[in-house]
C-alpha cells in the first residue's frame, strides 16, 4: 500500500438524494403502506483523502445512511457516485468487484468478529477471497496489516475472546483495511472503549488515513472527536442533513438551530466559561410519521407559520456551507416556496380523488368496507334495541348493571 496525495481534490463520493425507507406497515392486500423513513433525501460529497464527519441524535438515520452506500440494504433510491460511476444501479455481480474498495468498521467489534477462526485468519480471508493475496505470500502480508495497526505479529494465531475491546476494534480496523479500500465508513468505530483508548484507536485512524490516503465517513455522537478527525461535517436531524460545510464553518459559523442546540449540550473545558445551553423541547418525533413542514419546527425555538407547512430548502447558504432552514429565506425564496407548496398541494388532491377512482379501491370499498360497515350498524341497531326492550320489561342492561357495580 502507498500513500496517495495525488488527485487531493478529487471528489471521491458524491451521493444524491439518498433514501432508505422501511416498510412498517402493509393494507389489507399486503402492500407496502406504512414507512419509516430512515434516509430521506441525504446529498453530499467528499473529496479523497478528507473525513465527513456525521452527527446527530440517536435514531436521525446516520447508520442507515452509512450502511445505505455500502449497499447493505435492498430498496435504496438514490445516486451513490463512488469514482464517477453510480454503483446504486450496479448488479450484485457487478458490485462486488467493487465491495473491497469500501469497507465498514462498526459500533461492537466483538460482534463482528467470529469466535473459531484465528486474528490471522480473520484479517486475511476476505483479501485472499478476492485474490489481493495469494497462499504463499498470506503469513507476510497479513503480518504488516497487523503492524499498521499496532497488533504485536504473535496475535496472528489467537483468538478474538483473548483480546480487550479496543484490540478487537484494531482486528476489525485491519481487516478492513487488507482489502485495499479507498472509503472506509466508521461507524461509531469508539463509542463501546475507555474513553483512553479511545484516544489511541482515533489517533491510529488519523495516521493511517495519512499514509494510506484514505477517506472517513465517520459516524459518531462525540462531537469532540468529530471536531479532532473532520475535515467536513453533516448534521442529521430525522433522516436528512440539515447542516453540512467545512468543520471550520459549522463549529464557528453555525447556522441551524439544531445543530446549536447540539453544539450548546459540549461542556467547555474552562470554569470561567458560562455554558448557555439550549434546551431542546420534547423527544425527537417517530420518523414513520415525522412533523410536516420542518420537521424540527415541533422542538425549535425559532419556529414561525412557515416552518410548520414548508419543508425549507437545503441550500448554500454561504460558500460550500449548506442548510435547511427558513431563517435563511429571501422574500423571493419564500414566495417561491409557498407558490410550489400551493400547486403541491393542489395535485395531491387530484391524485386522491384519481386513486379513489381506481377499479381495485372500488372492489375493496364495494365488497369489504361498505359491507363491515353494515354489520357494525345492524349489530349496533340490535344492542340498542335489546337495551331499549329490557328497559321496557324493567330489567338492567350488562352495561347498565357494570354501571352500578362501579358505583
Ligand atoms: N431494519 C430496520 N427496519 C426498520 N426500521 C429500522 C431498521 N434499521 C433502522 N431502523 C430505524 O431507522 C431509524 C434510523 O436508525 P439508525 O440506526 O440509522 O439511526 P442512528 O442515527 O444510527 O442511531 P444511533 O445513534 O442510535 O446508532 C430508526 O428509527 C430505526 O429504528
Ligand atoms: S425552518 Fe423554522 S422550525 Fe425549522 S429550523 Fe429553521 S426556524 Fe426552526
Ligand atoms: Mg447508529
Known amino acids: 500500500m502507498q500513500t496517495n496525495d495525488s488527485g487531493k481534490d478529487e471528489v471521491l463520493l458524491r451521493v444524491n438524494d439518498l433514501r432508505k425507507y422501511f416498510v412498517v406497515g402493509r393494507d389489507f392486500f399486503g402492500r407496502p403502506e406504512k414507512y419509516l423513513k430512515a434516509v430521506d433525501g441525504v446529498s453530499f460529497e467528499i473529496k479523497k483523502g478528507k473525513t465527513l464527519g456525521i452527527v446527530g ?97 504473535h496475535y496472528f494465531e489467537r483468538y478474538p475472546h483473548e483480546f480487550s475491546g479496543g484490540q478487537r476494534q484494531r482486528i476489525c480496523i485491519a481487516r478492513a483495511l487488507a482489502l485495499k479500500p479507498e472509503l472506509v465508513v466508521c461507524d461509531e468505530p469508539v463509542s463501546a472503549l475507555d474513553v483512553s483508548i479511545q484516544a489511541q484507536v482515533i489517533n491510529m485512524l488519523i495516521d493511517l488515513r495519512q499514509s494510506l490516503g484514505l477517506t472517513y465517513i465517520f459516524i459518531s455522537h462525540d462531537l469532540s472527536v468529530v471536531k479532532h478527525i473532520s475535515d467536513d461535517v453533516g448534521v442529521m436531524y430525522l433522516g436528512n442533513l440539515v447542516e453540512y460545510g467545512s468543520k471550520e464553518d459549522i463549529f464557528t459559523e453555525t447556522l441551524h438551530p439544531y445543530t446549536k442546540a447540539l453544539f450548546s449540550a459540549v461542556p467547555v473545558p474552562n470554569p470561567h466559561v458560562k455554558m448557555n445551553r439550549i434546551m431542546l423541547k420534547g423527544d425527537i418525533p417517530s420518523p414513520v410519521n415525522p412533523p410536516k413542514g420542518c420537521k424540527f419546527h415541533t422542538r425549535c425555538e425559532h419556529c414561525m407559520k412557515i416552518c410548520e407547512e414548508i419543508a425549507p430548502e437545503y441550500r448554500e447558504v454561504r460558500p460550500g456551507h449548506f442548510c435547511a432552514c427558513h431563517l435563511y429565506n429571501s422574500p423571493e425564496d419564500t414566495e417561491r416556496l409557498e407558490a410550489a407548496e400551493a400547486e403541491a398541494q393542489r395535485l395531491a388532491e387530484e391524485k386522491r380523488k384519481a386513486d379513489a377512482e381506481k377499479p381495485l379501491n372500488k372492489f375493496k370499498t364495494a365488497v369489504i368496507d361498505k359491507p363491515a360497515e353494515k354489520v357494525k350498524t345492524a349489530v349496533g341497531n340490535a344492542v340498542t334495541k335489546l337495551k331499549d326492550k329490557a328497559k321496557k320489561d324493567g330489567k338492567p342492561s350488562a352495561s347498565d348493571k357494570d354501571n352500578d357495580e362501579k358505583k
Open 57 to 153: 441524535e440517536s435514531g436521525c438515520g446516520k447508520s442507515t445512511m452509512g450502511r445505505s452506500i455500502l449497499r447493505l440494504y435492498d430498496e435504496v433510491k438514490g445516486e451513490i457516485i463512488f469514482k464517477g460511476q453510480d454503483i446504486n444501479k450496479l448488479s450484485n455481480s457487478e458490485f462486488d468487484k467493487i465491495r473491497p474498495n469500501i469497507q465498514m468498521i462498526f459500533q461492537d467489534p466483538y460482534a463482528s468478529l467470529s469466535p473459531r477462526l484465528t486474528v490471522g485468519e480473520i484479517i486475511g480471508e476476505s483479501a485472499r477471497q478476492h485474490g489481493l493475496v495469494d497462499k504463499a505470500g498470506f503469513h507476510d502480508y497479513v503480518l504488516h496489516i497487523m503492524e499498521m495497526c499496532g497488533l504485536q505479529p
